[in-house]
Structures are given as C-alpha cells and as structure tokens.
C-alpha cells in the first residue's frame, strides 16, 4: 500500500495556505518553523506533486496545493466529528460543545437558553463565539464549532439546517413620529425612505432591505450602524427609523422613553432562526437537543 499523508501534515498545509507565511503558520501550530518545512516536505513527497512555491520574499500555494488543502479541510472536518462521535458515544450533552451565534441573536435568546442548559445538562460545557454568519459557517466547516445559531434566509449551501422558529420584525422610531401612531403599520414608502440599516455583513441587514422592497443601499443619509443597540441610539436621536427582531422587542431592547416599537401588518417580515451543523456531525442527538431547549 503507497504511503498516505498524515492528519498533522495536512494541519500543516491548511495552516500555511491561511497564513501564506512559514513562521505565523509555525506558530499558529505551536511548532518550530523547521519541523513545519520538514513535515510539507514529506508531504508533497508522500502525495508527488508540489504543494508550495517558496522564495524569501513570498509563499503561495500551487494550484495543486490548493485543490489538496480544499480536501483537507473536509478530511480534517470529518475526523473531528469521528474524535466527537466517540467522545460522546456513552451520554449526549456531555463534554465541550462550541456554539457559533450572530450578534442579533445572543444578546437576547442566550441568557434563558443557557440558564436551561445548566439545569437540564449539567455534564455539558458550552464554548460560545459571537460572530457574523459568514464567519461562524466558515469556522463551522473547519470543525472549529460544532453548531451556529443564525437567522434565515441566508444561503447555507450543503450544511444540515435544523429550523427552530420564525421571528417578526418590528419597526421602531421616536415616540413622536406620526407614521406610527397605530397599532400596526406597514413599511410604506416614506418609512423606507427613512429606514436606518446595520454595516455590511449582518443579515439583519439583508432582511430590512427586503422588508423594504428596496435595492441594496444604506439610508439615504448613508448612515448605517454596527449593532443593534447603536440603531437604537440613532433612531432616538431622530436619524431614522429601523427594522428590530422581535425577540430583542420581548428583552426590552426598546423600552426608551423616546422609543416606540409596532409591529407590522400581515404578512410581517421575518426571519427564521435555525441551528446549522456540517452534514458528516456526529452529534444529531446534540443538535435535537439543543434545539428543544432554544424553542423551550
């Protein structure tokens, strides 16, 4: 039988194509920068084929190179759920689990979700990362989480997509803003026109825009905020008006005395908040697990 790469070796290679630099890749591995030259060595020797074009000035990967560290990856990610699957075989729940959850999520939904979790899976130590989707889904594919908590729609591609619950979006402006004198309202042309967005990268964001019929664009101020609680801020000091969850509504986000929060008539926006894991998991008993206690 030909002589096949080892699990390290192929850490390594997807270590240098992030780093594109031997002596950060070295690091990030907790090796010296020789033992990681000599082990892509031995690999491209193993696989016959160059992996890696060095010179003192640049490191860039081959086509080649590429290519192995995209089935790396997969290779890596699929061990770490084998590593998880026997972990975990004896009890679900137990051990370490790393949850991925957007900002427009955890601030709201994960205090009672964790006070659920301590009571039911004591044995269970959660490691949480608050991020934005397209970052947590990258981490998830790498196997540096095992699950993300984010809101859709949101192109998800081939990762297992486990729905939990729909959530409204309500509009939120000055208490003294006429357009909002009733019970509920619908995002007319005006409010649109007036409609505050968070950055670049939060899907909330997306989901406003859509809510408003609009083409991708900031405010017509070109103001956009970096989170939830700084829309807020906007929206009282009369910027604008903006779209919010309904769950960060339920957790007294808007509770301002200079704030007024409606929901929206039907059909209203929403998203639908889901949990994401790689197709190869091993812990779907975790992932029904975990959903039971964020919809409970």
């Not at 790469?5 to 990030?28: D, I, K």
């Not at 397209?134 to 998800?156: C, H, K, Q, V």
């Amino acid at each position: 039988m030909a002589a096949l790469p080892s699990l390290r070796q192929l850490q390594y290679l997807v270590a240098l194509s992030e780093q594109l630099n031997f002596t950060r890749a070295a690091e990030s591995c907790f090796i010296t920068q020789s033992t990681l030259s000599a082990a892509l060595k031995e690999l491209e020797t193993v696989l016959g084929a160059s992996l890696v074009e060095r010179d003192r000035q640049t490191v860039l990967m081959t086509p080649t190179g590429m290519a192995v560290v995209e089935r790396a990856r997969t290779i890596l990610s699929q061990t770490q759920d084998l590593a998880d699957f026997a972990a975990g075989a004896g009890e679900p729940m137990t051990g370490l689990l790393r949850l991925g959850v957007i900002p427009t999520i955890a601030p709201f939904l994960l205090p009672r979700t964790m006070h659920l979790l301590r009571e039911r899976y004591p044995s269970l130590r959660l490691v949480l990362r608050e991020d934005l989707t397209a970052s947590l889904l990258a981490r998830l594919g790498s196997s540096e989480l095992d699950f993300a908590l984010i809101a859709l729609p949101y192109d998800t591609g081939n990762l297992l997509v486990e729905p939990l619950f729909d959530d409204d979006l309500w509009l939120v402006g000055r208490k003294d803003d006429p357009e909002l004198k009733a019970r509920r309202v619908s995002v007319t042309q005006s409010l649109s026109d007036r409609m505050l967005l968070l950055e670049e990268g939060h899907c909330l964001r997306e989901h406003a825009l859509y809510a408003c019929s609009g083409p991708s664009r900031p405010s017509a101020e070109g103001v956009e905020a970096t989170s939830l609680l700084t829309l807020m801020e906007m929206v009282e000091s009369g910027l604008g008006v903006g779209l919010v969850p309904e769950m960060a509504v339920r957790s007294r986000l808007t509770d301002s005395p200079g704030l007024l929060a409606r929901p929206l008539l039907k059909p209203s926006p929403k998203r639908t908040i889901a949990l994401v894991a790689r197709p190869s998991t091993s812990r779907l008993a975790d992932l029904r697990a975990l959903a039971e206690i964020i919809v409970a």
